[in-house]
């Protein structure tokens, strides 16, 4: 499986009309495209309605049909605040969700293609920290049904099935106490040609081991996933860019500055591989940025149940005068 993870919130080219609504062309991977034609979604953004802070959101598929509504704190990229509801490409509801400053909060509910509820989680009214862990589970399962309707979880208790993305097939299961994941559970990644057995107890992961299609096994504690990282985090890797950088010279003499925004992949073994420039500022500033990454040290892979995976990664860096 191809993870997609964006190291800081990026900003992104918009076409404005009249300072009120905001157009961004989309493919499903996130990335930002110039031409609506080859776009998977477009996304409109319009001002805030009176006597309200919040952008109006609403994304489309090509067929016209509604992908998310909601509201943002922001134009681009959005940062949703209160109901965010968002549509299956059949025009039947795919999840409703509340979200606070920080994250979803309260009752979440997913729905089936046809229209079914397929669970019910519970997150934290409130999240006073941020988990580090992108992957980390805070919610509660509260609900969860079959696709014909038939309750497998109620009131938080019961023998959980889980769906892949796109409901092609059971991926995870096991049983569920007081909302939390509790004993043994089994599952299978088909993108990553594994299958997996894991042990929790109170909806802690106590243990995982891992099967893949040539017969290796991993074993993994605690998280079933971890991102790439820089060796030392991120304020090691802002001092790699300080101590290595070069500030161009053309781009010195006229006083351009900027925040280049480069994607990549780091690989399996931490080496980095396919850099690309997804937001640039000038033809020097955009270059050095590359350069300077293409003299980075290998960095720790990201992992899923043990196994180290390929992840395309986003880091913007700043170029500025002192």
């Given at each position: 499986m191809k993870l997609v993870l964006v190291a800081l919130?990026?900003?992104?080219?918009?076409?404005?009309?009249?300072?009120?609504?905001?157009?961004?062309?989309?493919?499903?991977?996130?990335?930002?495209?110039?031409?609506?034609?080859?776009?998977?979604?477009?996304?409109?953004?319009?001002?805030?309605?009176?006597?309200?802070?919040?952008?109006?959101?609403?994304?489309?598929?090509?067929?016209?049909?509604?992908?998310?509504?909601?509201?943002?704190?922001?134009?681009?990229?959005?940062?949703?605040?209160?109901?965010?509801?968002?549509?299956?490409?059949?025009?039947?509801?795919?999840?409703?969700?509340?979200?606070?400053?920080?994250?979803?909060?309260?009752?979440?509910?997913?729905?089936?293609?046809?229209?079914?509820?397929?669970?019910?989680?519970?997150?934290?009214?409130?999240?006073?920290?941020?988990?580090?862990?992108?992957?980390?589970?805070?919610?509660?399962?509260?609900?969860?049904?079959?696709?014909?309707?038939?309750?497998?979880?109620?009131?938080?208790?019961?023998?959980?099935?889980?769906?892949?993305?796109?409901?092609?097939?059971?991926?995870e299961e096991g049983p569920i106490k007081d909302g939390k994941r509790d004993g043994n559970w089994k599952g299978t990644e088909k993108n990553l040609k594994l299958t997996f057995t894991e042990t929790y107890k109170d909806g802690a992961l106590l243990s995982g081991n891992t099967v893949d299609s040539a017969g290796a096994t991993f074993t993994y504690n605690r998280e079933r996933a971890t991102a790439p990282k820089f060796d030392g985090g991120l304020p090691a890797f802002g001092r790699f860019l300080g101590k290595n950088m070069v500030y161009p010279k053309d781009e010195r003499r006229n006083e351009i500055e900027g925040i280049v925004i480069l994607q990549f992949i780091v690989e399996k073994d931490g080496s980095i591989s396919d850099i690309r420039i997804q937001r640039s500022v000038s033809p020097g500033l955009d270059a050095e940025a590359v350069r300077v990454l293409k003299k980075s040290p290998a960095w720790i892979p990201g992992t899923r149940f043990g196994k180290p995976v390929k992840v395309t990664y986003a880091v913007p860096i700043n170029f500025k005068l002192q």
């Amino acid at each position: 499986m191809k993870l997609v993870l964006v190291a800081l919130l990026l900003g992104a080219t918009f076409v404005c009309c009249a300072q009120q609504v905001s157009v961004f062309y989309l493919k499903n991977s996130g990335r930002y495209i110039a031409n609506r034609d080859s776009a998977d979604y477009v996304r409109i953004v319009s001002a805030p309605d009176s006597g309200s802070l919040l952008y109006n959101v609403a994304e489309y598929y090509k067929n016209g049909n509604k992908k998310t509504v909601g509201k943002s704190t922001h134009i681009n990229p959005p940062r949703y605040r209160g109901q965010t509801v968002n549509y299956f490409e059949n025009g039947n509801p795919k999840s409703r969700y509340q979200y606070g400053d920080k994250g979803a909060v309260g009752s979440a509910y997913e729905f089936y293609p046809n229209g079914k509820l397929y669970r019910q989680l519970k997150y934290p009214d409130s999240i006073t920290t941020t988990n580090e862990n992108h992957f980390a589970v805070n919610y509660l399962i509260v609900a969860n049904l079959d696709s014909l309707g038939k309750p497998q979880i109620t009131d938080g208790q019961g023998y959980y099935k889980g769906f892949d993305d796109k409901f092609a097939y059971i991926n995870e299961e096991g049983p569920i106490k007081d909302g939390k994941r509790d004993g043994n559970w089994k599952g299978t990644e088909k993108n990553l040609k594994l299958t997996f057995t894991e042990t929790y107890k109170d909806g802690a992961l106590l243990s995982g081991n891992t099967v893949d299609s040539a017969g290796a096994t991993f074993t993994y504690n605690r998280e079933r996933a971890t991102a790439p990282k820089f060796d030392g985090g991120l304020p090691a890797f802002g001092r790699f860019l300080g101590k290595n950088m070069v500030y161009p010279k053309d781009e010195r003499r006229n006083e351009i500055e900027g925040i280049v925004i480069l994607q990549f992949i780091v690989e399996k073994d931490g080496s980095i591989s396919d850099i690309r420039i997804q937001r640039s500022v000038s033809p020097g500033l955009d270059a050095e940025a590359v350069r300077v990454l293409k003299k980075s040290p290998a960095w720790i892979p990201g992992t899923r149940f043990g196994k180290p995976v390929k992840v395309t990664y986003a880091v913007p860096i700043n170029f500025k005068l002192q």
